[in-house]
């Protein structure tokens, strides 16, 4: 798993090489989080639910429990429909983990700072080289799975299945139902 989270620093590392020249000049910066709380859905792998993990689980026990009920409390307003905050952005509107934050916050820039009525303005080019960045994520996480971050954690807090990911298993049927009804996609190819 190791040599894996290696991997995943490279992926990013490549993707911010080859786009920096396009997203030059953006308007995003400290404080800005627009797309932490109202862009839409913070996608992640398994992989990359196991780096925010373990970040987590060095954090102070009661900071560990706010993330805790404020997870819980986004997986009930994302399963009614209702758009909520990562629970990782701050009051001051940082991220707690903006170190090791997923490649989904990491793609998004703007050319011009946002609001609800004037949402991120990228470039076509960079989404189009994320795409492929994504999928060098899901190859990566070939025993695992990609989804809403709250949803990647708690299938991570589930023992049974975290002990099938980290023991390199696959067992699909064994999240089917949560996967179908909470949008979870399968890395690997099946078949």
């Known amino acids: 798993m190791k040599e894996k989270l290696a991997k995943l620093d490279k992926i990013y590392t490549r993707f911010e090489t080859d786009s920096k020249e396009l997203t030059q000049g953006r308007a995003c910066n400290k404080g800005c989080s627009f797309c932490c ?20 689980e060095k954090m102070p026990k009661p900071r560990q429990t706010t993330l805790t009920k404020a997870f819980r409390r986004e997986i009930k307003k994302r399963e009614a429909g209702t ?40 470039s076509r080019k960079v989404m189009d080289m994320a795409a492929d960045t994504i999928k060098a994520l899901q190859k990566l996480d070939d025993t695992g799975y990609s989804g809403h971050l709250s949803f990647i954690l708690y299938m991570l807090s589930v ?33």
């Open 83 to 122: 758009e909520a905050p990562c629970p990782f952005l701050m009051k001051n509107k940082a991220c707690m983990i903006y170190e090791i934050r997923p490649f989904s916050c990491r793609r998004i820039y703007s050319a011009h700072v946002c609001d609800t009525d004037n949402p991120p303005a990228v």
């Open 159 to 191: 023992p049974a299945f975290f002990e099938t990911y980290m023991g390199g298993d696959f067992k699909p049927e064994e999240i089917m139902d949560f996967g179908k009804s909470h949008r979870i996609v399968i890395n690997c190819k099946m078949g």
């Open 37 to 56: 709380s109202a862009a839409g859905s913070i996608d992640i792998t398994t992989l990359e639910g196991l780096r925010i993990r373990r970040a987590m």
